[in-house]
């Protein structure tokens, strides 16, 4: 009788597999991604845990200092090394803080395109102590302005090509 009621369990389990599967076509999908998500954030969660905080600017300064020579970007057929963009970023953060009242924990606004200045931009600021605030480059108008000033930012870096303007505020 067990046997019985065992087999009816798996068949009723089995329908119901492939009712979920034909009403609802992505739902196995959907658990696999909420396992996926829920395991970033037990490794994002330890990794917040460790003291002293491991920031994106450590990794990459560490990498920097590992293998200075090596191709940390190629953008439009030219490569950037690791000693290049630190090199760059340094010189943006010396500029910043010359030239404008960024202190440490100010917020800075980028709308920059993808682009190495991008790069150096976010690693000056983050060699600052500043947050970077990013803007979207394709939003235009009221939705620029409603993220501007939503960011309470002192500074919008403004770049397109090779020139980058910045807008004390």
């Keep these: 009788m067990s046997a019985a009621l065992l087999y009816t369990l798996l068949a009723a ?24 998500v829920i395991g970033i954030a037990v490794r994002t969660g330890k990794f917040q845990k460790q003291k002293p905080y491991f920031t994106i600017l450590d990794r990459f300064l560490e990498q920097a200092k590992k293998q200075p ?31 404008t009242d960024l202190k440490e924990g100010d917020t800075a606004a980028l709308f920059v395109g993808n682009q190495p200045e991008f790069v150096w931009l976010f690693l000056a600021l983050s060699k600052l102590g500043c947050t970077a605030a990013l803007l979207n480059t394709n939003i235009r108008s009221k939705s620029l302005l409603h993220c501007f000033s939503c960011c309470d930012a002192k500074v919008l870096l403004a770049g397109g090509g090779t020139c980058v303007c910045v807008c004390a505020l």
């Design 13 to 36: 389990l089995l329908a119901l597999v492939l009712l979920i599967r034909k009403k609802y076509p992505y739902f196995w999908h959907d658990v696999r991604y909420c396992f996926i």
């Design 69 to 99: 020579h090596k191709t940390f970007i190629i953008f439009e057929g030219r490569e950037y090394s690791y000693s290049y963009a630190d090199t760059q970023s340094n010189r943006v953060a010396h500029a910043l803080q010359t030239h």
